[in-house]
């Protein structure tokens, strides 16, 4: 039971978060938000004997991106990416921890569809970055790198476990995605719902990924 009481309250705290942006109710938002990562990491030491530090990291960043995101404003906009960049960075070389040397047709078929999908992103938000194309161009570039080494896990491993990782990293890019449209290209009413759907799935994806690494180790 103990180990499901966290992800009780993970789920709890989603659903005040989900509510609240979609009656409009910035309270309800600025009180579940922050509590997203801090419950998830609950559920994730609660059911773990090891604890991932990359994994951890990863998460205690995702928090700071969170609060700062709650923020208004391009220099909390800056900042918040540059949190969720770090996340990602150490996503990454948790993931490149567990990849064996690799054969350049590996990087070359992992690479593809994360490199097309940057390419026609920027392409299509290009004009409208402005004075932000720096910073969103680094941000993509470093969780398409996410997006191919997990891919790469795959194509070494093809087990389930290492699917869910490609598969959370397939909607953290989905939820970036949809961010990137509503605040540079075209906003839409229902995108910071969807963008929060997808984002928190995806990190109870890549935290799932992780405890099934543990249990069979």
Same mark, same amino acid.
């Given at each position: 039971?103990?180990? &499901?009481?966290? *992800?009780?309250?993970?789920?709890?705290?989603? *659903?005040?978060?989900?509510? =609240?942006? $979609?009656? @409009?109710?910035?309270?309800? &938002?600025?009180?579940?938000?922050?509590?997203?990562?801090i419950t998830l990491f609950w559920y994730y030491y609660s059911n773990t004997k090891k604890i991932n530090i990359h994994f951890a990291l990863g !998460?205690?960043?995702?928090? !700071? =991106?969170?609060?700062? *995101? !709650?923020? +208004? =404003? @391009? +220099? $909390?906009f800056i900042f918040g990416l540059l949190f969720f960049l770090i996340a990602h960075v150490f996503y990454i070389i948790m993931v490149l921890k567990m990849i064996r040397h690799t054969k350049p047709k590996e990087v070359i078929i992992a690479s593809i569809p994360f490199l097309m999908l940057f390419i026609v992103l920027i392409n299509v938000l290009y004009a409208g970055l402005g004075s932000m194309k720096i910073p969103v161009f680094v941000y993509a570039m470093t969780i398409s790198f996410f997006g191919i080494v997990s891919l790469i896990l795959y194509l070494q491993t093809k087990t389930k476990t290492s699917l869910l990782l490609v598969l959370g990293v397939l909607v953290f890019i989905t939820s970036d995605t949809i961010l990137a449209l509503n605040l540079f290209y075209k906003k839409q009413s229902f995108y910071p719902l969807l963008i929060m759907i997808t984002y928190v799935l995806a990190q109870y994806l890549i935290c799932r990924f992780v405890l099934k690494l543990n249990q069979q180790s």
């Open positions: 039971m103990n180990k &499901i009481i966290p *992800l009780i309250a993970f789920i709890i705290f989603c *659903l005040v978060d989900f509510f =609240g942006i $979609y009656l @409009e109710k910035q309270m309800m &938002i600025n009180f579940a938000k922050p509590m997203l990562m !998460l205690f960043f995702s928090f !700071l =991106g969170d609060v700062l *995101l !709650l923020g +208004t =404003g @391009e +220099t $909390y």
